[in-house]
């Protein structure tokens, strides 16, 4: 077996599935636990089988010729209600089809999406959360019910206007675009789901900020790189900046679009293998851009006259999210990539 299996999703190469329950096992690598010294790049990594047990069911007004908005979360519900509530007050939920990705939640998550007569897809596991699983296998879902556009949608991710929504897919769309990303800000307070876990993270991952003057500002806008210890290191351009700035209210390729917002051609996000299961918590929206560009298609940003709401500070930097996964997703992001990018993308 090849270390490329370990970074694409099989489940794209298997038959149609239908309604209901079913299995989807994948290869995957981790550091091995008690190898892991941080300051010793040397890793050592295990092979996995993972077992992702899922159960699928498919709203009443599925249409294919829409798009599907693919959100997951686990637990939250009371932001899970804020963000369908968004999308269903700006009737973007009528244009596309919704699907639900419950991940492990003891909440009921289940009746949320179906009171709202969206798609769910609950799917379990024992080895922990899994974003780029939870949406490989929502895509292959989608695959297989004849959608042709899928859109990767943060639970923290709000549009303020249909137009917006809709002015993204027709840029997506004429500019023959494969994967498109867009002008994401932070939400003014009176949005915000949580303003003292907002405050805390600020002040504590963005120390300068911790005056609130951050609010409506770019929280993404962007791609760019910043070279440190560790290697060539991903940042997104122009945080904190005006939504106005000419820098970034503009369209243009760029190297990365963030997984909170990327609207996909989804043959294409198929060919790559999906986002990478062994990067499970970090970095696979960026490890996919960079397989797009070395496959030849380069990431698009239409962030002119556009704002999507991202209330990043929701979900930012919780407890138990730097763990032994996310430490692995950075060693192998360098591992992967750090020699290849300034071919790529300088």
């Not at 949406?135 to 042709?148: H, P, R, S």
Request: charged content about 25%; some cysteine.
């Amino acid at each position: 077996m090849t270390l490329k299996s370990f970074f694409e999703c099989s489940f794209f190469k298997s038959p149609p599935q239908g309604e209901g329950k079913f299995i989807v096992k994948q290869d995957e690598i981790l550091i091995k636990a008690d190898d892991y010294n941080p300051s010793d790049a040397r890793h050592k990594f295990e092979k996995q089988q993972i077992k992702y047990s899922c159960f699928w069911h498919k709203q009443e007004n599925w249409d294919p010729t829409k798009p599907a908005v693919i959100i997951a979360i686990k637990d939250n519900s009371k932001l899970l209600r804020i963000t369908c509530d968004n999308l269903i007050q700006t009737q973007v939920a009528s244009a596309v089809n919704m699907i639900i990705v419950d991940d492990r939640s003891e909440e009921d998550i289940k009746s949320i999406a179906l009171s709202n007569r969206f798609s769910y897809l609950r799917v379990d596991n024992s080895k922990g959360f899994n974003f780029s699983m939870l949406n490989n296998i929502a895509a292959k879902l989608c695959d297989d019910n004849g959608v042709k556009t899928i859109i990767l949608w943060n639970s923290d991710l709000w549009v303020r206007n249909k137009e917006d929504f809709l002015s993204l897919l027709e840029r997506h769309r004429t500019s023959n675009s494969k994967l498109s990303g867009t002008k994401l800000v932070y939400p003014p307070a009176a949005m915000s789901l949580n303003k003292k876990i907002d405050t805390d993270n600020i002040k504590t991952y963005f120390p300068y900020m911790a005056d609130g003057r951050w609010r409506e500002t770019i929280q993404f806008g962007g791609s760019r790189w910043i070279r440190t210890s560790s290697g060539w290191t991903p940042e997104h351009f122009k945080r904190f900046s005006e939504p106005e700035n000419p820098c970034v209210d503009c369209d243009r390729g760029c190297d990365f679009v963030t997984g909170a917002l990327q609207v996909w051609d989804l043959e294409h996000f198929k060919n790559l293998g999906g986002l990478n299961p062994s990067m499970a918590k970090q970095l696979q929206d960026v490890d996919v851009c960079l397989r797009s560009i070395e496959a030849g298609v380069v990431p698009m940003y239409f962030g002119k006259n556009i704002v999507f709401y991202h209330d990043e500070s929701a979900t930012l930097m919780k407890e138990g999210k730097k763990d032994l996964q996310s430490a692995n997703d950075y060693v192998m992001f360098y591992k992967i990539w750090n020699e290849k990018i300034p071919q790529l993308v300088f």
